[in-house]
C-alpha cells in the first residue's frame, strides 16, 4: 500500500516562530488532508489538498501531486498550534481509505 | 455547526465482555470510516461503509469486532469478547463520497 512519510518527527518553537512541516507519499494520490490532534485528542481538518496551494490564516498548504509531497506551514507559532499534525492521503486505487503519516509533535513555548 | 458524534466518550471494561461504540454521522454524508489510533501503529483504517454497504472491513480483526449501519444516521463498531490489546482511541469519520473526511471526538477504550 501507500507509504506516508512526516518530517520531522518533533519541534519545538518558541512563540511568534515559523515553522514548515513535510509529507512525502509513495504513489499518487485521490485525497490529501492535514489535521490536527490538539492536547486533547480531538482531530481537527486543517486543509483537504490533494493538489495546489491553500490559506486559512496563519497557515497555509501546498501539495505538489507530481513530485509526491505535501507541505504544511504555519506562521507566527502560537501556543494553542502545539500538538500533533497529520498527513493523511488516499491513494489511486485506495477507494476513500486514509492512510495516515505517524505525525509531527510541535511544541510551542511561549 | 454539523459534527460527527460518538458515543460513549470514554469506557473501561474487564477482559471478556463486549462493547459497542456509535457514531452518529453528519447528516447528508454517505461514507462512513472507523479507525484506530494506538502508540504502537497510530491511525489505522478498521473499516467503512458507502450509503450504509460494508465496502473495506480488511483492517478490522473478523473474529472479534463487527461493524454495521443499522440506518443512514448510526454506525456502530461491537468488539466481542474485548481484550487488553484492544486498548485504544476509535475514531468515526463520515464524508460526501470520498470528499474531505471529518472526524468525530473519539471513543477512548480501556481494556483491563
Known amino acids: 500500500g501507500i507509504q506516508v512519510e512526516q518530517s520531522p518527527p518533533d519541534l519545538i518553537l518558541q512563540e511568534g516562530a515559523n515553522s514548515t512541516l513535510r509529507c512525502n507519499f509513495s504513489?499518487?494520490?485521490?485525497?490529501l488532508q492535514w489535521f490536527h490532534q490538539n492536547p486533547w485528542g480531538q482531530l481537527i481538518n486543517l486543509f483537504y489538498?490533494?493538489?495546489g496551494t491553500k490559506q486559512n490564516g496563519r497557515l497555509s498548504a501546498t501539495t505538489v501531486a507530481t513530485e509526491r509531497y505535501s507541505l504544511l506551514y504555519i506562521s507566527s507559532s502560537q501556543t494553542t498550534d502545539s500538538g500533533v499534525y497529520f498527513c493523511?492521503?488516499?491513494?489511486?486505487?485506495?477507494?476513500?481509505?486514509?492512510?495516515f503519516g505517524q505525525g509531527t509533535i510541535l511544541t510551542v513555548h511561549p | 455547526d454539523a459534527r460527527v458524534t460518538q458515543t460513549p466518550r470514554h469506557k473501561v471494561t474487564e477482559m471478556g465482555q463486549e462493547v459497542t461504540m456509535r457514531c452518529q454521522p453528519i447528516?447528508?454524508?454517505?461514507?462512513v470510516f472507523w479507525y484506530r489510533q494506538t502508540m504502537m501503529q497510530g491511525l489505522e483504517l478498521l473499516a467503512y461503509?458507502?450509503?450504509?454497504?460494508?465496502?473495506?472491513d480488511s483492517g478490522m480483526p473478523k473474529d472479534r469486532f463487527s461493524a454495521e449501519m443499522p440506518d443512514a444516521t448510526l454506525a456502530t463498531l461491537k468488539i466481542q469478547p474485548s481484550e487488553p490489546r484492544d486498548s485504544a482511541v476509535y475514531f468515526c469519520?463520515?464524508?460526501?463520497?470520498?470528499?474531505?473526511?471529518?472526524f468525530g471526538p473519539g471513543t477512548r477504550l480501556t481494556v483491563l
Open positions: 504513489d499518487s494520490v485521490n485525497n
Open positions: 447528516l447528508g454524508h454517505n461514507t
Open positions: 493523511a492521503v488516499v491513494g489511486g486505487t485506495s477507494y476513500g481509505k486514509l492512510t
Open positions: 461503509f458507502r450509503n450504509r454497504a460494508p465496502l473495506d
Open positions: 469519520a463520515s464524508a460526501p463520497r470520498t470528499d474531505t473526511q471529518y
Open positions: 489538498i490533494p493538489s
